[in-house]
């Protein structure tokens, strides 16, 4: 199987960076991640309600010339338009998609365990913010990336989204709305060689992270696979710095294994 290679590090301690999801587990932590390892890199921090999120205001304290914070929905037209004048005449280094739904009880959304589970209203929902929020991303923000350097488009996957590694079944919704991510990141990496010569488009999977997306489910999670949030981001760009345009449109697990679609 294929790996990352690190021998040519892309260079991710500058620019203007953006996460989206960037009140999640795993957002946040990219967020920190980042502005702790660099004084030179400005970061756009956006979630849904990123503005209303203590951890991010705590943070914009502590690095308030490099950090700004702004609410999106990546399923509507008007706030992604909105994020796009927000970021204006800025060029983007780094962009990562760490926003994701699998479930939301408040709104009878769970992973189904068997074929009768599955309604119109969870699918939709699923599809709509990891698969369409996506696909709404890549067509209004890709002008948004610096063309000059490489940059690089990251977007959250799961491994659970790869149709060739399904063992166990269930969760159709997400392992569907996944594998329809990775496919769109897959089909925009082939149109941007030409457009964007310098972009590299990537689907990561995290590996078990402790958020809230996972707390329902971590009982059965074995003992050391529970990742830290602070672990996933460091390990995450550590992967994607060792991506070259070779390996544009590939799917990548937080060790930096190539995962198959
Ligand atoms: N945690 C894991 O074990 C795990 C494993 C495999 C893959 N993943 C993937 O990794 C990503 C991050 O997961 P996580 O554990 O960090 O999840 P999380 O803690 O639940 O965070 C999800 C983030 O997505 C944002 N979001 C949801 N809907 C949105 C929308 N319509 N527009 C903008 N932002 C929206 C949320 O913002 P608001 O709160 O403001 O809505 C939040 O910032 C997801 O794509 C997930 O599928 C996670």
Known sequence: ????????????????????????GVGLALVEHQLQQSGELEMIAAARRATS?????DLKQRYPDRLSVVDVDITEEDSV????EFVGDKRLRLLINASGLLHDKSHSIWPEKRLEDITRHGFD????VNAWGNALLLS???????KTVPAIWAALSARVGSITDNRVGGWYSYRASKAALNQILKTASIECRRRYPHLIIAALHPGTTDSALSKPFQANVPTGKLFTPSFVAAQLMNVLSGLGPEQSGGFFAWDGQAIEY
């Open 53 to 57: 999120s203590s951890e991010l205001a």
């Open 81 to 84: 338009e909105s994020l796009s």
């Open 140 to 146: 209004m923000m890709t002008e948004k990336m610096d």
């Open 1 to 24: 199987m294929n790996s990352v290679s690190a021998t040519h590090p892309l260079d991710l301690s500058q620019g203007v960076q953006l996460v989206i999801g960037a009140s999640g």
């Open 125 to 128: 929902s699923v599809m709509s």
